[in-house]
């Protein structure tokens, strides 16, 4: 692979460049201080820390529960990402450049792969939050009571609130630009691709917990997997997911064949798909709140119990102190634009994700809650 192609020049020089010519092939190893900002070390460390506290316990879910869905869930967001980002970070050597083209160039991190194109960071984001993400709707007993596509619309919505926060504030900071003239790029909201939004943000999650539903937990029921069939099972996963994204994208990508017309439409089919998520989410979460069905005891409380919960509660608390840090620039940028020049994000849209993503972790707890009080109510009959 070419280390260099115009495109990446162009989009990294608004990062301030990036010598791709010289950068090592497999691994790039930075001191944390050379970075271009101190907000870089942070967002790594608590990626990383989350990825692998996330490995902790999907690990100890599998041993103390015989349950080796999680560990499964885990294991496909890493064949996810090995998968999915290689053609983001090279479209022309996978015939994407004239379809999708260079999306986004990330910034130079402590740790990078792949010509410094893939960040440490980046490849642990996804286990870090889509693994509490979906472990914050099981421990509701959702995944369980439910329907795996309902089940999986709760856990996007999860997502969303969480990652937005996270997503809306990356260019700001240099995390990493985005590229105007990419096709996928258009429409946005503020500086971020709404395909981002919706597609890496809610379709993603989306599919990785409906297919761990159908293909781990579905096959787990019945007993204990074949270790041949479990990588199998997880390998199709993490490789179906995008296929899934696809799906989700498919009017948005009919509609993208005529760059010039239906950029309302491209917008309006792309929000549908949101939209149609958060509707599933909210009638699931409702129906079983109203539910009143003797229910199984949940197992205890501790790090099994409590893990979901506070992770995206810190991983939230850290963005918030990101934003704050962030804020003076924002409010005093103009037509979209810091003083430095960087592209802003949308602060409504984040208030909006974040409100939510709180009030998830308020659900939840009233959800599990309720659900107790009715089995001691039952209990006591």
């Not at 996270?166 to 500086?191: M, T």
């Not at 999650?205 to 069939?229: D, E, K, N, Q, Y």
Request: glycine share 8%; net charge positive.
């Amino acid at each position: 692979m070419s280390p260099c192609t115009p495109d990446f020049t162009r989009v990294a020089h608004t990062l301030g460049g990036i010598d791709c010519a010289h950068a090592p092939a497999f691994v790039h190893l930075r001191w944390p201080t050379s970075l271009t900002n101190g907000t870089m070390p942070v967002i790594e460390s608590v990626t990383v820390i989350g990825a692998v506290v996330a490995l902790v316990h999907a690990v100890l879910w599998w041993r103390r529960r015989r349950d080796p869905v999680n560990l499964g869930l885990w294991c496909a967001t890493v064949v996810y990402v090995l998968l999915l980002e290689p053609p983001l970070y090279f479209p022309e050597k996978f015939g994407l450049q004239d379809r999708v083209g260079l999306i986004f160039v990330h910034n130079e991190f402590s740790v990078q792969f792949l010509y410094d194109r893939l960040p440490l960071y980046i490849a642990a984001f996804y286990p870090a939050l889509t693994y509490p993400a979906y472990v914050l709707v099981q421990r509701t007993g959702l995944l369980d009571r439910r329907s795996p596509v309902a089940g999986a619309a709760c856990v996007a919505v999860v997502f969303q609130c969480f990652y937005e926060v996270f997503d809306q504030l990356g260019p700001q900071l240099r995390w990493w630009a985005w590229d105007p003239r990419a096709p996928s790029n258009s429409p946005s909201l503020a500086s971020v691709p709404l395909s981002s939004v919706v597609i890496f943000a809610a379709a993603s999650p989306f599919g990785m917990a409906l297919l761990t539903r159908l293909l781990l937990a579905r096959r787990a029921a019945r007993g204990p997997i074949p270790p041949l069939s479990a990588v199998l099972r997880v390998i199709g996963v993490g490789a179906l997911t995008p296929v899934a994204m696809v799906v989700c994208a498919l009017p948005f990508s009919v509609l993208s064949q005529w760059p010039g017309r239906f950029a309302t439409g491209r917008a309006v089919s792309l929000w549908a798909v949101l939209a149609v998520f958060v509707l599933v989410a909210v009638l699931t979460v409702r129906r079983d709140l109203l539910d009143r069905t003797p229910r199984a005891p949940e197992p205890a409380g501790g790090f099994l119990g409590h893990y979901a919960a506070v992770a995206v509660g810190v991983f939230l608390l850290v963005m918030v102190v990101l934003w704050s840090v962030a804020l003076p620039d924002f409010l005093a940028a103009a037509d979209g634009r810091t003083s430095s020049g960087a592209p802003t994000g949308s602060l409504p849209y984040t208030v909006a994700c974040a409100l939510a993503g709180a009030g998830v972790l308020v659900l939840t707890w009233r959800h599990r809650r309720t659900g107790a009080v009715a089995r001691l109510t039952e209990a006591g009959r």
